[in-house]
């Protein structure tokens, strides 16, 4: 079975052009996250969404940020414009029973300079 | 903001050898979840527990859940190099009809053969 599946695995990009990040949910899961990963500060929720409305975007940092989910196989995360502070590794991830049982893609690996 | 603590933040053992990883909080969660994650790859998840007082196993792993649901601990038995990864807790907080999962920053655990 295709687990969550993200694009791209890895992007370097120069500060101030636009990031798109891509995600395809697990078919059948109603809910979709976007995480990001830092030594520093861990793991941090950026936004989830239920049956494809966001639901609770007070993760994400700032208006540079943007989530859509057009509809239940797909999502994009955007970063307009980018910045080197937004250097993570981006993780899409979805479940059909909340957070209980969750299941991550492989991340996108981020790198601003 | 409900924050999760986890201890040791690096762990370095030989084979063979017990560890115990923990993960603490002064907020109740509704559940308490622990993943594991390998460099590369997103986190997966390895166990839930509900109950207060809850102790589950799998395989070598041992994971508890404090009586007041505040805190949890991972006990591994005669460690091999496989283990090698960070392990991450999770508190899930279903109250107010809305999902946080809330993640510790990680335990990184390299079992040496």
């Known amino acids: 079975d295709a687990g969550v599946i993200q694009s791209p695995r890895h992007e370097v990009t120069e500060m101030g052009q636009e990031v798109t990040l891509r995600c395809k949910p697990i078919?059948?899961?109603?809910?979709l996250f976007w995480y990001r990963q830092t030594m520093m500060r861990g793991l941090e929720l950026l936004i989830y969404?239920?049956?494809?409305?966001?639901?609770?975007d007070s993760g994400m940092p700032e208006d540079r940020f943007s989530a859509k989910m057009p509809n239940a196989s797909f999502s994009t995360l955007k970063i307009q414009p980018s910045e080197p502070r937004d250097s993570a590794v981006y993780f899409c991830a979805s479940s059909w029973t909340g957070p209980n049982t969750i299941y991550f893609g492989e991340g996108s690996w981020l790198t601003v300079v | 903001t409900q924050l999760l603590e986890q201890s040791p933040q690096f762990l370095s053992i030989q084979e063979g050898e017990n560890l115990t990883v923990y993960c603490n909080s002064s907020?109740?969660?509704?559940?308490l979840q622990w993943y594991r994650q390998e460099p590369g790859e997103g986190p997966v998840l390895l166990v839930t527990?509900?109950?207060?007082?809850e102790v589950k196993k799998l395989k070598r792993l041992t994971f508890q859940f404090g009586d007041a649901r505040k805190d949890s601990s991972l006990h591994i038995t005669a460690a091999q190099p496989g283990d090698t990864g960070l392990y991450l807790c999770a508190g899930v907080d279903s109250g107010a009809g809305s999902y946080q999962l809330t993640f510790g920053k990680g335990t990184k655990l390299s079992v040496i053969p």
């Open positions: 907020s109740v969660f509704s559940s």
């Open positions: 527990v509900v109950t207060g007082g």
């Open positions: 969404f239920n049956n494809n409305v966001p639901i609770d």
């Open positions: 078919s059948g899961h109603d809910y």
